[in-house]
């Protein structure tokens, strides 16, 4: 099954503060078809896991745009550009490229 | 809007069954893959099984780590998916998660197997 390490595993930041969160990937994820499905959730406290952006960088509606993914191949990030107190929870870098699916094992953002 | 909720939760020990449900609304159900993803007590996602639908002959797949102890089905009359889960380990421990392409999430329910 393919690997996703996420850095960090925790993350201390304060609001407005811009952060980056790195997947990586232990094979490419570029499909076939040409697509690249590695996503990212959040995890609020207490909530279920939500999808924040789908294929490397496609915002999910209602995400603010703050948010944003980029990358290729194994290397991918998230970044939060200003940091607010509603994003505060556990982000999880998912890939669907290689069956199955995988998680990746979590980043803890939390108030400095 | 899209909802999916779960049911069937519980304390089992191990070696026992368990079927959890998931119920849905909101989308096109007869047509969705669905799937059953669980997050165990250290807060790891792991990715359990999955079903397609009628286009599909209704396809099934499973983690090895459930393989040949879980079965996964839906009822499209009803718009539910469930799972079927024999011979339960204490590492079976989780909370039950359906998703609907990891767009939609029911509220997880928390299975614990233990003596």
């Known amino acids: 099954d393919v690997v996703l390490t996420q850095t960090p595993p925790t993350l201390s930041a304060t609001i407005g503060q811009s952060v980056s969160i790195s997947c990586r990937s232990s094979?490419?994820?570029?499909?076939?078809?040409?697509?690249?499905?590695l996503h990212w959730l959040l995890q609020r406290p207490g909530q279920s896991p939500q999808l924040l952006i789908y294929?490397?960088?496609r915002l999910e509606s209602g995400v603010p745009n703050r948010f944003s993914g980029s990358g290729s191949g194994t290397d991918f990030t998230l970044k939060i550009s200003g940091v607010e107190a509603e994003d505060l929870g556990v982000y999880y870098c998912?890939?669907?490229?290689?069956?199955?699916?995988?998680f990746g094992g979590g980043t803890k953002l939390e108030l400095k | 809007e899209v909802q999916l909720v779960e049911t069937g939760g519980g304390l089992v020990q191990p070696g026992k069954s368990l079927k959890l449900t998931c119920a849905t609304s909101?989308?096109?159900?007869?047509?969705?893959?669905m799937d059953w993803v669980r997050q165990s007590p250290e807060k790891q996602l792991e990715w359990v099984a999955q079903?397609?639908?009628?286009?599909?002959?209704?396809?099934?797949y499973y983690a090895e780590s459930v393989k040949g102890r879980f079965t996964i089905s839906r009822d499209d009359s009803k718009s539910s998916v469930y799972l079927q889960m024999n011979s339960l380990k204490e590492e079976d421990t989780a909370i039950y998660y359906c998703?609907?392409?990891?767009w939609g999430w029911g509220q997880g329910v928390m299975v614990t197997v233990s003596s």
């Open positions: 998912v890939q669907g490229t290689h069956a199955p699916w995988t």
């Open positions: 094979q490419s994820l570029l499909h076939s078809n040409g697509n690249t499905y």
């Open positions: 294929s490397v960088s």
């Open positions: 909101g989308f096109t159900f007869s047509n969705a893959w």
């Open positions: 079903i397609k639908d009628k286009s599909n002959n209704y396809a099934t």
């Open positions: 998703t609907y392409i990891l």
